[in-house]
Every structure is written in structure tokens, then in C-alpha cells.
């Protein structure tokens, strides 16, 4: 394991929640997202995965092969889409408020901590 257990039991459930978020972001903005097409089957198992009674495993590994599949990718920016890493587009979403005001810039470490945190772990 790359990281101990947490000490607060609701710390883990504040990860996951964020995680949770992104894997939505993903599903429901796939096609604002320009995913290359080699995306398209690891997006489909994990929205057919989640739509069945299936065994945690299988559940697990369908977004697993998805994170790590984005995580290990290399996005450069385009003329026509300078952020196409669509976990950067996720943290830009989530710096938002509903006025479409932007938050502090301190309000980005907690989202940032969190998707590293769970970057390493799908990446060990």
C-alpha cells in the first residue's frame, strides 16, 4: 500500500466521494470530454458495470482500468482544446461556484490532495 489508513473514519468516505464525482463527470460529460476512441469501451464497461448486479471485482476493476487508463496518458494541449485531460477539466468544474463565480485558489488544495491521494493508489 502506498499510503497508511487513515486516522478519521469519515476521511476515506471524503475521498471517495470526490472520486465518486470525477467517475460522474466522466460518464455524464463524455461527450463534451473528447475522450480518444480507445476510451470509449473502458467508459461503456464501467456505465454497464454500474447498471447491473455484479461482484465488487468487477466493479472495482472496470474503474480501475478506466482512472488508470486517463492517469497514464499524456494530454498536450491543442489549438482547439488547451485542457484536454479530463481530470483537469474536473478540477476546473469543481472551482466554480453556482454563481459561476470562481473559489479561492485555497479552496483547490483539498480537491487536489484527495485526487493525488487517489492517483497513487490506483496507480500501485
Known amino acids: 500500500q502506498p499510503f497508511g489508513q487513515h486516522q478519521l473514519e469519515d476521511t476515506l468516505r471524503t475521498y471517495t466521494r470526490l472520486l465518486i464525482q470525477l467517475l460522474l463527470f466522466f460518464l455524464r460529460a463524455e461527450y463534451l470530454l473528447d475522450f480518444p476512441p480507445q476510451f470509449a469501451s473502458l467508459i461503456q464497461n464501467v456505465r454497464s458495470i454500474l447498471t447491473k448486479d455484479v461482484h465488487y471485482e468487477d466493479t472495482r476493476d472496470a474503474i480501475h482500468s478506466l482512472l488508470f ?8 494541449p491543442a489549438s482547439d482544446n488547451l485542457f484536454p485531460d479530463p481530470t483537469l477539466r474536473f478540477i476546473i468544474h469543481t472551482q466554480v461556484n453556482r454563481d459561476g463565480s470562481l473559489k479561492k485558489a485555497e479552496e483547490a488544495t483539498g480537491v487536489f490532495a484527495k ?6 493508489s490506483a496507480l500501485h
Request: net charge positive; glycine share 0%.
Open 69 to 76: 487508463a486517463v492517469w497514464t496518458r499524456q494530454w498536450p
Open 115 to 120: 485526487l493525488v491521494y487517489n492517483m497513487v
